[in-house]
């Protein structure tokens, strides 16, 4: 079978077997303290977490992921082994409180052994069994099906089934949270298939993890407690690469004589050819088992094997929307990207070699995840830029590897190395390679310590996340505020008062108030209950759907249960509206102007602005962003009805957009205006485009590399800015006594009088300051075999003047030492300057200027060539 039947038998395996074959996430997760999706269950979270109900309690797919950078980064071992990978994809199966580990354990062995032929005596199974103070207990019921499958299949439990303490059979999401027992099944791959599983988990490349089985039973909580859930989960993973290597190097279990490797398959055979034709080497298949002693087809190998993987990780990752950076995820993504671009220079491999090798990719995964066809262009053009901007960092790295190793003597200092892979992008295994062919090691221990500073550092920055089952002692607040003309006087009930940090909040069975969600602000209005009236000045929502409403006042105390009266302010809601609107038409006209690539990377929206944020391959001209605002201005005259709707998100409308980053249910909200925009959104929207009235864009800027951020106002926001500036040209045309079509040449004229002005202002200074010379030097009257020494106070000028000044007076008495002092408003500057011959004689211009500036307490210093200074001019006595 080769990768594409692989893919799809697993598929329909489970299909057959009641399962919903869903869609992989996005790379981009949902999960704060994510960089990328890097299991099949991150989309899966909430489930486990109890937040969101899943509408199929049996489902499977193929899962996009990345593993490079955080816990779990295999960016290291690529290339060097043949079974790491940072992109690969995880073929898994799950159970949402529907079947266990009877059912789990017994498909995964009919998958294996009966649908793909995997020889039995050559699998392994690992189960839980904890050492003192691990949590739990030994894993009896998942034994208890492996015991039964061996025994059936005539093979000897004791030999085949192996087991594990927490650090390999025992899974946890976090600190806190879901967790339980898993069982991992592994495969002997050495020639004779006797190892009799002493290789399992002993990290040799004969015998490999195939599939990981997580029970799910249990909630850690914060005390460190293991608590039972009310439902258990199955969450299994499968490794695709792994499987379809297995079956292509073992030519389907009939050849063992040789290591197994992911690299050998269909899925990388394209890649390999295209950099074979680029660069004229071969790709052998060697390992080697040292990082720094490789032969050259080992070194060629590896170098072949990391620029292939690395390739669909870039491939991948921007056709998700994650563009290389400076920071977070774009910032691994860069240096990725830059391993494989300097294993491409010791290649030879011509430049622009990664975008097309890119090609070579969508070609063959382009029919699985159309959304690689859909954005070629973005990632053909992102990696070309990216490439080409890194091809001057690789020659100075080069030079600065020169450079430290002329002073290294045998040893390269780890921070050192850090430098070459944190600044100039050079991975260790590279400087390595580099300095053993010079005949110098690299201290690996002092590198990993620059490395651990720089990791603690980020870990200081990240954002992290306390995961608990929800608790649903209150329930979820309705909202049932998205008709504007419903959203006053509102009858509730009060279910809860909370204190928290000198905050109050209000939690109501209903509310007309929208929380804070998706760049949008919460609402303002106020509450009443009984005789008291309560402002909200803001509203959040908690992971339980409980709204909070803060109020202004305190509250000395409440009685759940009571009536309240609850009114949104109108005024602050609609301006709100038109705000989130135009970024939604904004959206669609950016992306009309400068292409689809372009996609929304943040938002914010009140009452009195907007914000969007959008990735670019290059900076919008004036002229672009011009024709972005007339087309926003043109949507909005012409009078466009929104339509919204919620719907099962398989049946999302074809060309709407969802926003990556942003958490979607199982029912969504399609918010479209004419034929023209159409997003997944759960914001308030105006009812036609009308409403938003006029728009103006008021500043652009960049926030990131390859970010950009516009900042925008709308309606009344709109008209006052335009108010404002009428005045402005109301005013200015008085002054220049001309009509407002006029004032741009008139302003032009006066600005460039004004230039002309100050040009023969400067030439008149010019010959002052010359005349000035002459007649100092004139003055001066050295005496018969003495030294030049011209010490002069002159009036009023600045410190480069009085620069200018000296230099030409020294110029023109040839040899010698000129002394200037000059004050300006309270300021004295100094200024000293010694020809050579006065260099020789003992003058030396640092000196006389720092004494003369220590004596009125100033500063200043230079060489002995020349030197200036400050100081307060002092008072003059009465």
Known sequence: MNSNEVRQSFLDFFSRHGHKIVKSASLLPDTPNLLFTNAGMNQFVPFFLGQTQPTCPQVADTQKCIRAGGKHNDLDDVGFDTYHHTFFEMLGNWSFGDYFKREAIEMAWELLTKVWNFPKNRLYA?????KPNEPSSFDQESYAVWEEIFLKENMDPKVHIVEGSKADNFWMMGDTGPCGPCSEIHMDLTPKGDSNGGLVNAGSPWCIELWNLVFIQFNATVNGTFENLKDKHVDTGIGFERVVGILAKTKNFSDFSQLPSNYDSDLFADIFTATEKMCGQKYHGTISTSRTNMSSDERVDFWFRAIADHVRTLTFAIGDGIFPSNEGRGYVLRRILRRAVMFGKLLKLPHGFFSKLSSVVIDKMGAIFGELVEQKSTIETVLKNEEQSFSKTIDRGITIFHEICEKSGNVIAGNYAFLLYDTYGFPLDLTQLMAAERGISVDIDGFKCAMEKQRMLARSAQKKSVIEVANNAVPQTEFVGYDIGSIENIQAVTLDVIGRAGKTFLIFDKTPFYAECGGQVGDRGTVQIGPHIFHVVDVQKDKNGCYLHEIREQIDSLSPHQGAILSVDKSFRRNVSRNHSVTHILHFALRQVLGNHIKQAGS????????????????????????????????????????????????????????????????????????????????CHVNNTSEVACFKIISTSAIAAGIRRIEAVTGQAALDLFRTHGAIVGQQCKLFTCQPSELLDKVDSFVNRCKELEKSAKVARQMFLQNMALEVVRASSPSEGKMIHIE???????????RTLALDILHRIEEGVVTLTSCTQGKCSVVACCSEAAIVAGFNANDIVKKLTLKYKGSGGGRAAFAMGGYNKPQENP
């Open 126 to 130: 690992t189960i839980y069994s904890p």
């Open 604 to 683: 914010h929206v009140d009452d009195r602005r907007l914000r969007f944020d959008f990735n670019v391959l290059a900076v919008p001209t004036e002229q672009e962003l011009e024709k972005v605002e007339k087309l926003v201005e043109e949507k909005i005259l012409d009078c466009e009805n929104s339509k919204i709707f919620e719907t099962h998100k398989d049946h999302i409308p074809p060309g709407c957009i969802a926003n990556f980053g942003e958490k979607y249910g199982e029912i969504v909200r399609v918010v479209e205006f004419g034929d023209f925009s159409q997003e997944l959104c759960g914001g």
């Open 792 to 802: 002069k106070e002159v009036d009023d000028l600045q410190p480069d003047e009085l």
